[in-house]
């Protein structure tokens, strides 16, 4: 038998061109007024997959995700749920569930009594209503608990008590609005390996909504970044992290640096981008601009390499700098190099040794360097 993790690596339906996706947007359009919330956005989620909506504030996101929970209805477009279209149905009557980032749990009620609320409404028996609930606490962990009221329990604990809440109507969907924002680094840090985990063993598809790039990035298996009402990449998170279809995304997610130039040769899958920063750089490229036209070249901190000494390598590429400013974070050390044309590049270097010798000082003369690999062109 598989472990979860095994599933959740070998978990990728959308490389399936015979797959079908349980959640289709298809041309949707949303506006307020004047205002274009969503435009024309079309994407496929699938069955069991854990799907991450990011992006700034006001790019469509939450909208999104409301239409889909039903409390927004499209302008125009449709929204298909398991092969059924949706957008006439009321909230009440979808298989979807939806979390809030406020969890909205009933401060006058027990953590039992919060759980099989929408059992409640929807008139269970109450014997099948207390199996129910039971099932719920054991899953959230919080059996001893059950009798409690929300203001008598920890941050953590209420976020658990309204997810119980979400699950315990078995909806298809799980929809997560800032699921984790209300929780403290360290805290929100654990609960997300906890929903993951919980999310496996339920094999259920939950869609959340976040403007967190390292929350994305750690529970999602596929994110799709989105500005102005729009998808601009929708891709695991490594390749949203080591290959951004856009300047956007490159800028967006983790930290970059960004050189500017000519493309000068191009064949063969690689080009050579004369940098307006000083240097030459080789690098491979699937879809190689033609040569002259103009592309930018994204490379991250922990891809580039600081040395007093030129690189003996005559593949990488290398450029000269000065030492302009230098923080030290304990586990990496992260320096800022200004180039000989002035330009500033960030590097970020892993400190694998316990002790450092003669270590790289201010105002230092240095080279930065990378390999033909370490990063990706940009086209716009």
Request: proline fraction near 5%.
């Amino acid at each position: 038998m598989k472990s979860l993790g095994n599933i959740r690596r070998s978990f990728a339906p959308w490389t399936d061109p015979d797959a079908k996706p349980f959640i289709t947007f298809r041309n949707v359009t949303k506006r307020f007024g004047d205002f274009t919330a969503v435009d024309d956005l079309t994407l496929n989620i699938y069955h069991r997959e854990f799907f991450a909506l990011l992006g700034a504030s006001g790019c469509g996101k939450s909208t999104l995700l409301r239409m889909l929970a039903g409390f927004e209805r499209p302008t125009s477009g449709e929204i298909i749920l398991d092969g059924q279209d949706i957008a006439g149905i009321p909230p009440y009557k979808r298989p979807v569930n939806m979390m809030f980032q406020s969890y909205a749990l009933f401060p006058h009620m027990t953590v039992e009594s919060n759980i099989g609320f929408g059992l409640r409404q929807d008139g269970m028996p109450k014997n099948e209503i207390a199996e129910r609930v039971a099932q719920m606490l054991k899953l959230v962990k919080l059996e001893k608990f059950a009798k409690r009221k929300p203001h008598q329990l920890s941050g953590g604990q209420r976020q658990r008590v309204a997810l119980a809440r979400s699950l315990a109507k078995r909806p298809k969907v799980l929809l997560l609005d800032e699921p984790l924002g209300a929780l403290d680094k360290k805290l929100r840090e654990e609960t997300q390996f906890e929903l993951m985990d919980l999310q496996q063993d339920l094999g259920l598809t939950f869609v959340v909504v976040t403007h967190d790039q390292e929350e994305a990035m750690t529970m999602a298996d596929r994110i799709a970044v989105m500005s102005h009402g729009k998808v601009i990449q929708v891709a695991t998170p490594a390749e949203i992290y080591e290959a951004p279809n856009s300047r956007f995304v490159a800028d967006f997610i983790g930290d970059v640096n960004i050189l500017d130039g000519k493309v000068s040769a191009s064949g063969n899958g690689r080009i050579e981008l004369a940098a307006s920063d000083g240097f030459t750089i080789r690098t491979a490229a699937a879809d190689a601009p033609a040569a002259g036209s103009a592309a930018g070249f994204a490379i991250r901190p922990e891809k580039l390499k600081v040395s007093r000494a030129a690189p003996t390598d005559a593949t990488v590429n290398a450029a000269q700098g000065e030492i302009w400013d230098i923080g030290y974070l304990g586990d990496m050390t992260v320096f800022y190099v200004k180039l000989d044309s002035g330009k500033v590049v960030k590097a970020s270097m892993l400190n694998a040794q316990r002790e450092v010798e003669n270590p790289i000082a201010y105002d230092e003369k240095v080279w930065v360097s990378f390999g033909e690999t370490a990063g990706v062109v940009l086209k716009d």
